[in-house]
């Protein structure tokens, strides 16, 4: 299992959302470009990295920042406000090994259909992220957690399988900032469902244990941001649990 550590900008900043709220920024006085220097000098070798200005507006403006992070020699997945073809290219065209796509994946499947034949399976990532519901049934959100919608996970995950889509990355949002672990359950049923397909996990990781944790379920990765910049795990730990693996 991959340990992929997360960057995420608000106005070239390095940031968190707790719940993905904007009204609860946690900033921190950290450069983007020597903290990425520090995960790839650390042995880890992707990064993941997240628009979110981007990610509310729709207009990406953190793309230099974007490929400073590639220019390191990290593999760099991004997103955040990829909606159209020519954000889509510019972002690759910047360095970015993959495309992270979000929103749009919910709200207009045969675009991002369209991306996956033309720019490759490989290129792209979907990223959903999901709220459960009373019942336990994971539905997607979008537009920066802002808008619901009553379409699920599973329907999604069928729908991009039959195209060819590998990657995806979950979020359980409930879960994502807060620290409380992450959701076990949902990443083992995504597993057991398509065994195929490459899940990375993101939300809620807090400690190194979280790890091993994770790797049981199935996924091929992990997405970790707050820890990893609170101190909560930390480089040495990743570095122990990638070596026994």
């Known amino acids: 299992m991959d340990v992929i550590p997360a960057i995420d900008l608000l106005g070239g ?29 650390a042995g880890l070798k992707r990064l993941h990295a997240v628009d979110l200005d981007g ?32 954000r889509l290219r510019a972002l690759l065209d910047a360095g970015a090994q993959r495309a ?13 259909s369209g991306w996956i034949e033309s720019f490759g399976a490989d290129r792209i990532v979907l990223a959903f992220d999901v709220r459960l519901d009373d019942d336990g049934t994971p539905l997607a959100q ?7 919608s009553d379409t699920t996970l599973w329907e ?27 959701n076990l359950s949902l990443y083992r049923e995504c597993a057991d469902r398509y065994p195929d397909t ?17 790797a049981e379920t199935g996924v091929a990765g ?3 941001g707050k820890a990893l910049l609170d101190g909560r795990l930390t480089l040495d730990e990743i570095e122990r649990f990638l070596r026994a693996a």
Do not use: M
């Open 222 to 224: 992990v997405v970790s």
């Open 13 to 41: 900043q390095v940031v968190r959302l707790y719940k993905g709220d904007f009204d609860q920024v946690t900033h921190y006085e950290q450069d983007p470009v020597e903290l990425a220097t520090r995960y790839l000098r």
């Open 156 to 182: 999604l995950l069928d729908r991009y399988g039959k195209l060819g889509a590998r990657d995806v990355l979950c979020t359980d949002i409930g879960r994502d900032g807060t620290l409380e672990g992450p």
């Open 100 to 112: 992270v796509i979000g929103s749009v994946a919910v709200t207009d499947p045969a675009l991002v």
């Open 142 to 148: 979008t537009h920066g957690w802002k808008r619901g």
């Open 198 to 214: 490459r899940f990375i996990a993101s939300g809620g990781v807090s400690r190194a244990a979280d790890l091993p944790a994770l």
């Open 55 to 86: 990610a509310r507006t729709g207009e990406p403006v953190n793309q230099t920042v974007i490929a400073a992070f590639a220019e390191t020699g990290l593999e760099v997945q991004a997103g955040g406000g990829i909606r159209d073809d020519a």
